[in-house]
């Protein structure tokens, strides 16, 4: 069964620091992966996702994410946090076999004035 | 422009009630999905469908059931709602590509007492 593990429930980054927000993944085939933002009293909005090619996948607001296939990572990154980046963000893999998507639990991002 | 709405967007009801949540969508998207958001527990997958007369179970289906008639709309009923149902509900629609990311509408958080 497919799986998505966010092993940290909150990160906190100085701000101009850079960031990194962790993922991992279980499925039995390739992945499709994303990770997603969640402002407070907000839906969720897209920031990126891996289909296939290079490995550096860019996004919105600066952010971009590595995947990894031999570690099965997917980790979000920016170089230069900014207080505007404080929200939940949410990783998510689809199966290419299966429709269904899994979401992660997600992981609160606080950068620091 | 394209836009995903959920209505209510707050909403008290009492247990054992039937209450159904709307979600239209002007994306012209052939999928939709409604999810439920508690805290611990990330975003799980209650009903989706791939296109008008089509739908499916998610994760956590029991109590809930949906109905496609149109290609805009994907109305959520509880059809006897219990206080486990108090939860924060977002729709999401997405192309019919396994690849394509999905456009969340804003929420709507529902209280059962």
């Known amino acids: 069964a497919q799986s998505v593990a966010q092993p940290e429930d909150q990160v906190n980054v100085a701000e101009g620091n850079p960031l990194t927000v962790k993922c991992t993944y279980s499925?039995?085939?390739?992945?499709?992966l994303f990770w997603y933002v969640q402002y407070p009293n907000r839906g969720l909005q897209f920031l990126l996702k891996?289909?296939?090619?290079?490995?550096l996948v860019k996004g919105s607001y600066g952010f971009e994410a590595e995947f990894n296939k031999s570690q099965t990572s997917f980790h979000l990154k920016k170089p230069s946090a900014l207080v505007s980046d404080s929200a939940l963000y949410f990783c998510?893999?689809?199966?290419?076999?299966?429709?269904?998507?899994?979401f992660g639990k997600g992981t609160r991002l606080h950068i620091l004035p | 422009d394209a836009e995903i709405t959920q209505s209510p967007r707050h909403k008290i009801t009492e247990t054992g009630r039937q209450v159904t949540l709307a979600c239209h969508q002007t994306?012209?998207?052939?999928?939709m999905f409604w999810y439920r958001q508690d805290l611990g527990h990330g975003l799980r997958l209650i009903h989706y469908?791939?296109?008008?007369?089509?739908?499916n179970k998610g994760e956590v289906s029991d109590g809930y059931s949906v109905s496609r008639s149109n290609t805009e709309d994907l109305p959520l009923t509880l059809e006897s709602a219990a206080s486990s149902q108090t939860s924060v509900y977002f729709c999401?629609?997405?192309?019919?590509?396994?690849?394509?990311?999905?456009?969340f509408g804003p929420g709507t958080r529902l209280t059962v007492t």
């Open positions: 994306w012209n998207h052939n999928n």
């Open positions: 891996y289909i296939t090619g290079d490995n």
């Open positions: 999401a629609s997405s192309e019919s590509s396994s690849g394509s990311e999905q456009y």
């Open positions: 469908s791939y296109g008008v007369q089509d739908t």
């Open positions: 499925v039995s085939g390739n992945p499709y």
């Open positions: 998510a893999v689809r199966d290419r076999r299966d429709d269904k998507i899994i």
